[in-house]
């Protein structure tokens, strides 16, 4: 495996860059996440995917100091859930605490994590972020689970288009809709359960391909993944498998493999996630 791979960039809307290949931590429970994320880095992941609600925030912080690396070769995401009560000085003072419980000094990337809380909300924290922005806080600001109409929403309200929508994105929930909009829009697409859990390292035509390249299924919903030009954040406690989900520089999979995988697409049927956090992004309130 070849770190300067697993590093490579790709731009932003706002300038900023961003690494190809994330490193998830949902459900890495604290006591057990340091040490995935240690491992992480020595196998060269450096964007490393929290949030509030993964309660691993801190550990985020205290591997990335824990390697002696430089802070700016890192790339730390997090996000944050609105609420329809809240206040901006609440939003505020939760994104700045974010921050603080990293204690990296500031956050490459904020996320609004679901559309879930309402229109008006939903502005009212993007507004915050830009705030923080502004001071430098937060590097740069998107969005998570939203749909086209959430995007629209929120560039009509704030005229300012996020950097990066992280959605459910694998070959059984291709998202097309929002793939194209964001491409039109020029925001990144992180794709988070880019092995869909481990729930279908068993189908036939993926084995076969894993078998053909010699590569893993979980390797080859990477590649595909990144071949599609999306930010997979593979997760996993696993030392064996944190290294071998970022060995997936030394091959490629071809039109006839692409092929089969494009095939499985079942559109929102095919979400295992998305729906059951109630933020299917084919909806809109
Ligand atoms: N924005 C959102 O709303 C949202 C929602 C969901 C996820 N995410 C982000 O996206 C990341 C990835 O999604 P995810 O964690 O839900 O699912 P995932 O990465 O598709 O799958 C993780 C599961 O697969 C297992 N696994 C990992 N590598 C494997 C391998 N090589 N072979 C076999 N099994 C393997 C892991 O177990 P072990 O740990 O035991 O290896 C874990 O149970 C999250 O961690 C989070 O950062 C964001």
């Given at each position: 495996?070849s770190s300067n791979q697993v590093t490579s960039i790709t731009s932003l809307n706002d300038g900023k860059t961003i690494p190809h290949l994330g490193f998830g931590l949902y459900n890495s429970p604290p ?122 929403q929120l560039k009509e309200d704030t005229n300012v288009t996020p950097a990066v929508n992280q959605v459910e994105l694998h070959p059984w929930c291709q998202q097309r809709d929002i793939v194209d909009y ?104």
């Amino acid at each position: 495996m070849s770190s300067n791979q697993v590093t490579s960039i790709t731009s932003l809307n706002d300038g900023k860059t961003i690494p190809h290949l994330g490193f998830g931590l949902y459900n890495s429970p604290p006591d057990v996440s340091q040490k995935s994320i240690e491992e992480a880095i020595r196998c060269g992941y450096r964007l490393l995917d929290t949030a509030q609600y993964y309660e691993n925030e801190a550990q985020v912080g205290a591997a990335v100091k824990q390697s002696g690396r430089d802070r700016k070769e890192f790339y730390v995401v997090t996000k944050m859930l609105g609420s329809n009560e809240a206040s901006m000085e609440q939003d505020l003072a939760s994104l700045r605490k974010s921050v603080e419980i990293i204690g990296l000094g500031y956050v490459d990337l904020f996320l609004i994590h679901s559309p879930t809380f309402g229109r008006e909300g939903r502005a009212r924290l993007f507004k915050a972020m830009i705030t923080l922005q502004k001071e430098g806080l937060i590097h740069s600001i998107g969005v998570a689970n939203f749909g086209v109409k959430h995007l629209q929403q929120l560039k009509e309200d704030t005229n300012v288009t996020p950097a990066v929508n992280q959605v459910e994105l694998h070959p059984w929930c291709q998202q097309r809709d929002i793939v194209d909009y964001c491409e039109k829009e020029n925001i990144v697409i992180q794709a988070y359960c880019p092995l869909v859990r481990g729930e279908k390292f068993g189908e036939e035509g993926l084995k076969k391909i894993a078998e053909k390249h010699k590569k893993n299924p979980a390797q080859v919903l990477i590649r595909w993944s990144l071949q599609m030009g999306y930010i997979p954040l593979p997760k996993s406690d696993n030392p064996k498998r944190i290294n071998d989900n970022a060995d997936v520089f030394d091959f490629k999979l071809d039109d006839e493999d692409m092929k089969v995988l494009r095939e499985y697409d079942q559109g929102s049927e095919g979400a295992i996630v998305a729906k059951a956090i109630g933020s299917d992004p084919t909806t809109c309130e």
